[in-house]
């Protein structure tokens, strides 16, 4: 029993290498040190849970990781002014750094980073900004900015939860919505309702993305019919894949359909056009 014991804290000590632990004795039957402080625990001299859970720094001591930008909106109020707005998903940022433009892999620099409160030095994840850039880009809804390159790619696996009780279709496309980015795509196997399975995902157009374990906001999307607007898929990146030249070789409607989202001149277009034809081919 000793030495079990030995190995089960060896290998809890493995998992909180390098976490901060903050010990708070608490009774959930009597509320102690839950949202104040117990007269129970007299010898306790830190802070409730609340007060502590509304307080910490839980990113405190996380490793630094790079720049990533997805561009929600861009904003034009007049001649003189364009900027790109959206939520930092990891980093930070600084009047002055240089970036790069994903998936056209343009660089430029920030000029400015605009609040409702005023210009910032610098911002960091989590904070919602608009970038200013010091080179007239061709940049656009979706896109993301990143002092790092991220994989861009057509094609990755995914590891997708099915949430429709129409079951996910190989070569049969859908509406992938990553970030503020909605692209059609195909995946190689069929899902049922309620199945968790690894899929190859292809994109009609390059899609700038981490995995899911290195980075949540970039690495996750999800799968929408787009014959019933329904959510019925959400997916975790596991690995980009090679770009490889794919087509179907069938007749069918799973291959006009397709055929119809790669040769469409945008990704709005593709989504507009896969949704018409759907709606014909169901009449």
Not at 84 to 108: E, K, L, M, N
């Amino acid at each position: 029993m000793a030495s079990g014991r030995s190995t089960s804290c060896t290998g809890k000590r493995k998992l909180l290498d390098g976490a901060r632990v903050h010990a708070i004795p608490l009774s959930a039957l009597h509320g102690d040190n839950v949202t104040e402080r117990s007269e129970r625990t007299p010898w306790y001299d830190g802070p409730a849970l609340l007060p502590f859970l509304e307080t910490v720094d839980a990113a405190g001591d996380a490793p630094s990781s790079s720049f990533r930008f997805p561009v929600q909106l861009v904003l034009r109020p007049d001649a003189k002014f364009r900027g790109y707005a959206g939520q930092i998903a990891s980093g930070t940022i600084a009047a002055g750094d240089s970036v790069r433009v994903w998936p056209s892999g343009a660089r430029t620099r920030v000029t400015r980073i605009v609040t409702w409160d005023g210009d910032l030095p610098s911002a960091s994840a989590g904070m919602s900004v608009t970038l200013v850039l010091g080179h007239d880009l061709d940049v656009s809804r979706g896109d993301v900015l990143s002092s790092a390159p991220p994989h861009v790619s057509r094609r990755f696996a995914a590891d997708v939860v099915w949430m429709d009780e129409q079951p996910l279709r190989a070569g049969r496309p859908y509406v992938l919505k990553h970030g503020a980015r909605s692209v059609t795509a195909e995946v190689d196997r069929t899902l049922s309702l309620n199945e968790i399975g690894r899929v190859t995902v292809t994109a009609a157009r390059p899609l700038a993305f981490e995995r899911y374990g290195d980075d949540r906001t970039t690495g996750s999307f999800i799968l929408i019919d787009p014959a019933s607007n329904f959510t019925a898929g959400a997916g975790m990146i596991a690995e980009p894949l090679a770009e490889r030249r794919t087509g179907l070789s069938s007749s069918g409607a799973a291959a006009r359909l397709a055929r119809a989202a790669r040769v469409a001149e945008t990704d709005d277009a593709a989504v507009t056009v896969v949704a018409r034809l759907l709606e014909e081919m169901l009449i």
